[in-house]
């Protein structure tokens, strides 16, 4: 079964490693060395306490995660979010765009 679902503190095991996967391998995320576990904890929790962020499940394990966040600091921006999406390699069973679904409503 598929279900996108509002993040909870325990998922941030199961999202850390995405997260590491992507600043290895690609230039999707900006950061050039990955953040350790307790400040990326921190950085994540705090996104979720004022914007949306859900993760997908297949089966219960989670495959991916997604979250709306300010674009700019400055306030003539303040209505401007940035969409981040990422999941683990592999099969997605659609969820990739119905979580752009949900986080665009």
Do not use: W
Not at 80 to 91: A, D, M, N, P
Request: proline share 5%.
């Amino acid at each position: 079964m598929q279900e996108l679902r509002l993040l909870q503190e325990k998922d941030l095991e199961s999202i850390y490693p995405i997260y590491v996967h992507y600043v290895k391998t690609s230039v999707a995320i900006f950061d050039v060395v990955p953040d350790s576990f307790d400040v990326f904890k921190e950085r994540m929790m705090e996104i979720s306490k004022t914007n949306p962020f859900y993760v997908a499940l297949n089966d219960d394990v989670l495959i991916g995660y997604g979250y709306v966040h300010p674009a700019f600091s400055k306030e003539a921006y303040k209505y401007c979010v940035e969409l981040t999406i990422y999941f683990k390699e592999g099969k997605h069973y659609g969820l990739p765009s119905k979580m752009l679904d949900q986080l665009e409503a």
